[in-house]
């Protein structure tokens, strides 16, 4: 082998073994966020042309909506990082009105859920919400929330002050405002 030819193959090597190293981080990092992402658009597809989409998109996502640990899934998904990506990405495909209404709904949905939410239900979520881990998961979704341009967020405020007024229930221990 020629001092050139061996310098290539060194080179070569390097190179291969960069992009595995750089293909390994990335799908580590961001595989989550591509399977919760996927999650949401297959459900938001699935309930695409329902009379009641967000309720339809829900229980394709998490599940039927009677069993009380789907129901907190739902909520807690509102905190989730990578699930506000695929919902915002799900709003964004949305036409207007579609848009509007979907809105309402959820935030329909999220007054609904506190104000029929059982004493144990209200334990579960406050425990789950109000930990460190709870409280830190909230502060990098509102961190995201923020980052995000202002339209986006003022068609989202109905959602924003519903999950807040809940929040506010679960610190406050109590079922309303």
Same mark, same amino acid.
């Given at each position: 082998?020629?001092?050139?030819?061996?310098? #290539?193959?060194?080179?070569?090597?390097?190179?291969?073994?960069?992009?595995?190293?750089?293909?390994?981080? @990335?799908?580590?990092?961001?595989?989550?966020?591509?399977?919760?992402?996927?999650?949401?658009?297959? *459900?938001?597809? =699935?309930?695409?042309?329902?009379?009641?989409?967000? +309720?339809?998109?829900? +229980?394709?996502?998490?599940?039927?909506?009677? %069993?009380?640990? !789907?129901?907190?899934?739902?909520?807690? =998904?509102?905190?989730?990082? !990578?699930?506000?990506?695929?919902?915002?990405?799900?709003?964004?495909?949305?036409?207007?009105?579609?848009?509007?209404?979907?809105?309402?709904?959820?935030? %329909?949905?999220?007054?609904?859920?506190?104000?029929?939410?059982?004493?144990?239900?209200?334990? *579960?979520?406050?425990?789950?919400?109000?930990?460190?881990?709870?409280?830190?998961?909230?502060?990098?979704?509102? @961190?995201?929330?923020?980052?995000? %341009?202002? @339209?986006?967020?003022?068609? #989202?405020?109905?959602?924003?002050? +519903?999950?807040? #007024?809940?929040? /506010?229930?679960?610190?406050?221990? /109590?079922?309303?405002?």
């Amino acid at each position: 082998m020629t001092r050139k030819w061996k310098i #290539t193959l060194r080179i070569s090597a390097t190179v291969v073994l960069m992009v595995v190293a750089v293909a390994a981080w @990335a799908w580590k990092t961001r595989a989550p966020i591509i399977r919760e992402i996927a999650l949401d658009l297959k *459900a938001g597809a =699935g309930a695409r042309g329902a009379q009641k989409q967000f +309720e339809r998109f829900i +229980e394709l996502r998490y599940g039927p909506m009677d %069993d009380p640990a !789907n129901r907190q899934k739902v909520f807690l =998904g509102f905190f989730d990082t !990578n699930h506000i990506e695929g919902m915002r990405r799900l709003v964004g495909f949305m036409k207007p009105a579609e848009r509007q209404t979907n809105i309402a709904a959820t935030a %329909d949905w999220i007054a609904n859920y506190r104000d029929k939410m059982s004493a144990q239900e209200r334990e *579960a979520l406050a425990s789950a919400l109000l930990s460190e881990e709870g409280r830190a998961r909230i502060q990098r979704a509102s @961190a995201l929330y923020r980052s995000r %341009d202002i @339209a986006y967020r003022s068609a #989202t405020e109905p959602v924003i002050r +519903e999950l807040m #007024t809940t929040l /506010t229930a679960l610190q406050g221990g /109590t079922n309303a405002p």
